[in-house]
């Protein structure tokens, strides 16, 4: 399997469409449905890495000014 099918940015299906765009990650090609999606995923990798899709860890917002 060369790449994932569904857009991890925008969820968007990726089979047969154009303009789709292969980005290395972690060793591991992931495909995005286009460039702005690409850039999405450049700035929060964490969050939308294929790996990650539905096990988004929860955000903890501690007070630290004690
Ligand atoms: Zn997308």
């Known amino acids: 399997m060369p790449a994932n099918r569904i857009c ?3 969820g ?3 089979e047969g469409r ?3 765009v292969d980005f290395q990650y972690k060793g591991g090609p992931v495909r995005f449905c ?3 999606c690409l850039r999405v995923f450049q700035q ?3 969050i939308y ?3 990650g899709v539905g096990d988004v860890p929860a ?3 501690e007070d630290s000014s004690a």
Do not use: A, I, K
């Open 8 to 10: 991890p940015v925008c």
């Open 44 to 46: 929060f990798p964490e």
């Open 18 to 20: 154009p303009g789709t």
């Open 49 to 51: 890495s294929p790996q």
């Open 59 to 61: 955000l903890t917002l």
């Open 12 to 14: 968007g299906n990726l």
């Open 34 to 36: 286009g460039m702005t």
